[in-house]
């Protein structure tokens, strides 16, 4: 079973092909990142036009690099939210084009959901990947974290989950990517935040981490809102200082301080809570997905505290990609769900858990 899963919800045009859910056969991103890192974040306009222009290429060069001919592709999976409206129809028309000229099933992924299943890939064809060495097994916790979404999930088996909490007002990725705005570091903000935090002391600020009234949720803004004043501070002005021009204005150990804190901060905010569900759920196995999940300081901190050993995938699957969509389609294919009409697939830009 092989299946061409298809991405474009955000910023990077994806496409890959996955075997029998566990075997990554190709893996191809193009990214307008570098378009959209002059305005600190993603222009969605810039976004879509992109995915129309690398759409086509980035699918042919999935399926070549998994040496593949359209006659070996069993179907094709597709993002069709959460997202932005502009680039997820650029996938959304491309997969449904290609399922009616190639006579292919097609699924419809929850890219949230599809984060998830880049845990579940175990074996490559492919150079310069470091994979788990087994899929992992239900009860499962993931802990999502990317610059669109914050949430902890219990799945009690494929399609069987529940959404335990998640964020009220900025995910953990926008976070970052805001504070890297602050202290004129470049977007997006997770690695730039994090190579900065490696030179300061994660202890020079104490910054809040929010109660909120649900036990797994979240809320970042607050955070956020912290660092500013504490930048503002630092620089010796009050709050009226405009931010755009505390990045001339702060010595690079002010901002290395202030950016190992602030990771310190957001990093235990959802550790604390993924803890806290481990303890209560007693998980099988606790997976982390989205792009934060990148993050060496998510992955200390979780080594630390959880009793149980975390099998990490490869960096370059934990911020978006087809394979995770292709293999969320795979076990879609597999376990019998049932396939989209590709004549009405229609985007769900707000689509949730
Ligand atoms: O999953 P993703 O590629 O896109 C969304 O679905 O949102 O996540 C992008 C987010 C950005 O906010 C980026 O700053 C963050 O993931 N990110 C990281 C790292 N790499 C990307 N955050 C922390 N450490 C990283 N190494
Ligand atoms: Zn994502």
Redesign the pocket.
């Known amino acids: 079973m092989k299946i061409l899963g298809i991405e474009s919800?955000?910023d990077?045009t994806a496409a890959a092909v996955v075997e029998n859910g566990k075997r990554l056969l190709s893996n191809v991103v193009a990214t307008s990142m570098d378009l959209h890192a002059q305005y600190g974040g993603v222009v969605p306009e810039i976004a879509a036009r992109s995915h129309i222009e690398s759409i086509v290429p980035v699918i042919k060069q999935a399926v070549e690099q998994a040496k593949c001919t359209w006659k070996d592709i069993d179907g094709i999976a597709v993002t069709y939210g959460a997202?932005l409206g502009g680039s997820l129809l650029v996938g959304v028309l491309t997969a449904r084009s290609l399922a009616i000229t190639e006579k292919k099933p097609l699924y419809a992924i929850n890219?949230?959901e599809g984060?998830v299943y880049a845990n579940f890939l175990t074996e490559t064809t492919l150079p310069d990947y470091v994979l788990p060495a087994q899929q992992p097994t239900f009860p499962l916790l993931a802990l999502i974290?990317?610059?669109?979404?914050s949430q902890l999930v219990l799945f009690r088996n494929h399609f069987d989950y529940t959404l335990l909490g998640q964020t009220h007002d900025d995910?953990?990725?926008?976070a970052?990517?805001k504070v890297?705005k602050i202290l004129g570091l470049p977007?997006?903000?997770?690695?730039s935040?994090?190579k900065k935090a490696l030179e300061g002391d994660p202890h020079t600020f104490t910054f809040p981490k929010a109660k909120m009234p649900g036990k797994y949720d979240f809320s970042f803004s607050g955070l956020k809102t912290a660092v500013l004043r504490a930048a503002q501070n630092a620089t010796g002005h009050d709050h009226t200082l405009p931010s755009k021009e505390l990045p001339a204005l702060l010595n690079e150990a002010q901002k290395a301080n202030i950016a190992a804190s602030f990771q310190r901060t957001a990093i235990e905010t959802v550790v604390d809570k993924a803890v806290l569900a481990y303890e209560e759920f007693s998980p099988a196995s606790v997976v982390i997905a989205?792009?934060?999940a990148?993050?060496?300081?998510?992955r200390r901190q979780l080594s630390e505290r959880l009793p149980l050993g975390i099998a990490y995938t490869d960096?370059k699957l934990?911020?978006?990609n087809g394979a995770m969509i292709a293999t969320l389609g795979c076990f879609k294919a597999q376990l019998g769900q049932p396939a989209a009409d590709p004549y009405s697939l229609d985007i769900k830009p707000n689509l949730s858990m």
Do not use: R, W
């Not at 974290?145 to 979404?149: D, I, L, P, W």
């Not at 995910?171 to 926008?174: K, L, N, S």
């Not at 977007?187 to 690695?191: K, L, N, R």
């Not at 990148?294 to 998510?298: F, K, M, N, T, Y």
């Open positions: 919800s955000c990077e997202g890219h949230v984060h974290v990317s610059g669109g979404h995910a953990i990725g926008e970052f990517d890297a977007y997006p903000g997770g690695p935040v994090g989205g792009g934060v990148a993050s060496p300081e998510l960096p934990c911020t978006d």
